[in-house]
């Protein structure tokens, strides 16, 4: 075991014992696996169910190592049905509206994992009741290397055009929970400066101070 901590655990596992539920970007490969190559480290782990093997976050880390022909690779594993820790959307706003019906849970993507039928890049997104982005900083040269493998199977088939349009698609997901962030921080100041005015003119001797 790497470490555990807070209710989760992370560790070495062969990376052919994780099952992706849904294909990769080639476009998104090829961008992580220069970054992963020029740190010679994996920042963070995958996160994957702990009785399945599933993965659920970090399709791309797992494929970058694969097809560089490592066999093992750092993995947070969780239960993927505690709902109230975990839940699934299909966009990044879904973070914040959770209770929304968006069509996507997680008997579906353990179902997609489990029978090999994979979903579309980025079809789901994963939220967590702790951060994602538990640096670890794994050295790969501590990691057993083989041979390179073809990973072109878990990979959706992309033209140049259309990895633009998923860039595209991909920012405009990001504008999407800034406009919603910005939104709700102005309702909540407002929401504020409301209360504030009310204690203010109390005559009953209540003070902030």
Partial sequence: MLTEESNFKIVILPIDELKPHEKGSPLYLELLKQEILQDQMLRYPVIADEKTHIILDGMHRWLVLKSLGYTLIPVMLVDAFKSREIHVGTRRIHRYLWYSHNGMNTEKVISAGLSGQLME????????????????????????????KDVSKYLAKMTKKEGSTAIRDWMEEIHEEIDFLTKRKK??????????????????GFSLS
């Fill in 121 to 148: 890049p980025r079809s789901t997104r994963h939220f967590f009741s702790f951060s994602k982005f538990q640096k670890i900083n794994y050295p790969l040269s501590r990691l057993k290397k083989g041979a390179p």
């Fill in 187 to 204: 309702e909540v100041e407002k929401e504020m400066e409301e209360f504030l005015h009310r204690i203010k003119h109390l005559n009953n």
